[in-house]
């Protein structure tokens, strides 16, 4: 009889830890495990809080960006190094929110450098990274960037 509510009690604590595991970490764990992969086998890289991270790449270079939850928002490339860009940009793309800032990218993922609110017309300048590195000028008046 012991075994048995032994071997019950180890099933709960197996099920019960998976369950603890979110998409992307259990997705991950599969994807690890599988046997049939082929040139295009992603394994997911996961944000500490169990997300997809945004930067998905291959085994031979080429880089998609994901969403949090796993959909892939564009399409596979050799010269996507950085979704921050994109991933923001689909954020408030998906928001669809009328005069909400949405980002200018490159096609690498990077930020452009001149980023324009297109509702009220304010341009500043911004690093790769996003971060601003000129205050914003208004509408009509000329930024170097």
């Known amino acids: 009889m012991w075994k048995t509510v032994g071997f019950i009690l180890l099933f709960c604590a ?16 599969r994807r690890l495990n599988a046997t ?22 291959y ?10 939850n796993g959909d892939p928002i ?24 009328i005069g909400n800032y949405i980002p200018q990218c490159e096609t690498d993922g990077t930020y452009s450098s001149t ?6 017309g304010y341009c500043w300048c911004v690093d790769e990274e996003g971060i601003q590195t000129k205050e914003p000028v208004g509408p009509g008046k000329h930024l170097e960037c």
């Open 115 to 120: 980023q324009c609110h297109g509702s009220t």
């Open 59 to 68: 085994a031979h270079g080429w880089c998609v960006c994901y969403r949090r």
């Open 36 to 57: 049939d992969v082929g040139p295009l086998h992603l394994v997911p890289e996961c944000e500490e809080n169990g997300d997809y991270a945004a930067l998905q790449c």
């Open 74 to 97: 564009n399409s596979a490339s050799s010269k996507t190094k950085a979704c921050k860009c994109i991933r923001e940009k689909d954020d408030a793309n998906v928001k669809g929110l």
């Open 14 to 29: 197996v099920v019960y830890a998976d369950d603890e595991k979110s998409d992307c970490e259990q997705d991950r764990e």
